[in-house]
């Protein structure tokens, strides 16, 4: 498909609105009266840094709702007002945070089925209005919802869009793309819908592990089974890893996603030297700059002494995921918790998830005598969630 001309047809279309229906102030105003919190606001004016009794709490200096989310979440409120009765669907949740998808089905905003990775677009009818969440869609769901009559409100965050022009570029140049993800990912699935010929890879491991192939070091058959899930059909590692362009799912560790850029300049200046680098390495930056600041302000904060971090964000969310990976990585005891009632402050507990593991539930999370708390949150994470686990931080801290 030629996906440049379809988006052209898609955004000229009077059924296709990516604006939304109010300015942008009465845009903010909206989530502040939703989603903002006084205790948050307090705290941050006075440092990051809040102490009640023998509990300190320190906030990183960037967390949470970024202008991204802010504006899909909006743009979502703002349809169901803009369509009162029309039925209203969604094809992924709007973000990663429970609260707010809650929220909009409070709103009777309807979800797509999604059954093994396969949306269910059987219930969606000529006529309805169809909200496409932050993460984006692939074209191909975008293509069947314009074919089939729906009004499409796109929500996708501009970072995301800006790798889409990304994977194009490198389409347009005959190079592959190299998409630094995860390849069940929402989003993900829609940059490489948007690619000619892709590869997605996971970590620094797995870069290796292909740059050694393109170095003469690999085996074909290993190399297929590997990533059979994580590539274009059809793909050829001897054909297609000749030329490369690196880009990534927003929410990625930006130093790794830099790593892999870097991995990769290096590998097709030894392969094919420096003369023709050019013609077989395109490096267009793409990592998002909140996803940048909110890694930032995390490795600022566990630089501090702290006795335990707790990270906020839905259990299904890669930026969140990344956060939490900072502080592991310093060997700080750490927990990722996607709502406040994951604390149970009349028994001190708290029910989180570790990394790649399964939900666990520890006793007396907070120990006794004077104890320093990091907290983060995840650019899906509403500032009142964050304010509700402190509130429950704070009534462990006087009762135990």
């Given at each position: ?96 945070n ?33 909200i ?14 314009h ?20 994977v ?31 590869l ?12 050694d192939?393109?170095?003469?070091k ?64 395109l ?23 702290l006795?335990?971090?707790v ?17 592991i ?21 708290i ?34 969630v ?15």
């Amino acid at each position: 498909m030629d996906t440049q001309a379809f988006k052209q047809t898609l955004h000229k279309s009077d059924r296709y609105n990516r604006r939304g229906f109010g300015s942008a102030n009465k845009r903010a105003q909206a989530l502040a009266e939703a989603y903002q919190s006084g205790l948050i606001g307090s705290i941050r004016e006075n440092g990051n840094l809040l102490e009640h009794g023998r509990l300190k709490v320190k906030l990183a200096e960037a967390f949470g709702f970024c202008w991204g989310v802010e504006r899909s979440v909006a743009m979502a409120y703002e349809t169901r007002k803009h369509y009162p009765n029309e039925r209203i669907w969604i094809t992924n949740e709007i973000i990663h945070n429970p609260s707010v998808n809650d929220h909009l089905r409070k709103m009777n905003v309807l979800f797509i089925a999604e059954e093994k990775g396969v949306k269910d677009f059987s219930v969606v009818k000529d006529g309805d209005v169809v909200i496409l969440p932050a993460f984006g869609a692939t074209v191909q769901d975008m293509k069947l919802l314009h074919d089939r009559g729906c009004h499409i409100i796109d929500t996708t965050c501009p970072w995301v869009s800006k790798v889409w022009h990304t994977v194009e570029k490198h389409k347009k140049h005959t190079f592959t793309s190299i998409i630094h993800g995860k390849y069940k990912h929402e989003e993900t699935l829609a940059t490489s819908s948007f690619a000619g010929t892709y590869l997605v890879l996971f970590d620094l491991e797995e870069a290796n592990y292909v740059s050694d192939y393109i170095l003469g070091k690999g085996n074909r058959e290993d190399f297929l089974k590997r990533f059979s899930k994580a590539s274009s059909a059809g793909f050829d590692p001897d054909k297609d890893l000749q030329k490369v362009g690196v880009a990534n799912q927003t929410t990625m560790l930006k130093s790794e996603t830099e790593e892999i850029g870097r991995l990769f300049e290096k590998t097709m200046l030894q392969r094919f030297g420096p003369a023709q680098l050019n013609d077989h390495f395109l490096a267009i930056n793409t990592i998002c700059d909140a996803t940048e600041e909110r890694q930032g302000a995390m490795f600022s904060l566990v630089d501090e002494p702290l006795d335990l971090m707790v990270v906020i964000g839905g259990f299904n969310s890669s930026n969140t995921t990344h956060l939490q990976e900072i502080a592991i990585s310093r060997g700080i005891r750490s927990f990722h918790i996607d709502t406040p009632e994951r604390i149970g402050e009349e028994t001190n507990t708290i029910t989180h998830m570790p990394l790649e593991g399964e939900l666990l539930t520890e006793k007396d999370f907070l120990q006794k005598g004077n104890i320093s708390v990091g907290i983060t949150s995840g650019a899906s994470t509403p500032d009142r969630v964050v304010e509700d686990v402190i509130h429950k931080l704070m009534k462990i801290g006087e009762n135990f």
